[in-house]
């Protein structure tokens, strides 16, 4: 099989043997494109917006969780403790968020967003919504409704299927 990967496109061309096919492999093709032409598109909202992928994430997870413990926040953003250190600091320094001790544990800090970073993260958020709407204006309601059945149920098959394989 014959593949031709451009990140820029969503086009997968295949050799014209396999043109046809609907196999895993063009499966994940083009959910891979896709999903680089969406993040592509949502990192650009992001740093129009001043801030960096990992500041939105922290931010946008204290919005939306409330007070957040810091590792809690790395496990949800995808950063190691090392990084969501670094991205916590950067905001504290901005005057975007706050380390609270927890009152339940001391040894835990929780994040706190300030009355600047609520503002700076509610009007960011509302932009990058919009722009992530635009985005998938492609799809009308039902065809979205659909397809995040779809990747919900191809994700936690491919999930079950990472776990079985780790636990062998």
Not at 52 to 71: A, I, M, Q
């Amino acid at each position: 099989m014959q593949l031709y990967l451009e990140t820029k496109y969503i086009d997968v061309k295949m050799s014209q043997k396999d043109s046809a096919s609907r196999d895993g492999v063009h499966l994940w093709l083009i959910l891979w494109k896709a999903f680089s032409a969406l993040q592509h598109h949502a990192l650009r909202s992001i740093e129009r917006l001043g801030l960096g992928y990992s500041d939105f994430g922290v931010l946008e997870v204290v919005l939306h969780k409330g007070p957040t413990p810091v590792n809690t926040i790395g496990d949800k953003v995808n950063l190691t403790s090392g990084s969501i250190s670094v991205a916590v600091d950067r905001l504290e320094d901005r005057g975007l968020v706050e380390r609270r001790p927890d009152p339940a544990d001391r040894r835990t800090r929780v994040v706190h967003l300030t009355a600047a970073g609520r503002k700076l993260i509610e009007r960011a958020f509302e932009c990058h919504a919009a722009a992530m709407e635009r985005a998938t204006s492609g799809l009308s309601e039902a065809e979205r409704e659909q397809a995040i059945g779809l990747l919900r149920k191809l994700g936690k098959s491919a999930a079950e299927l990472a776990d079985n394989a780790a636990s062998i």
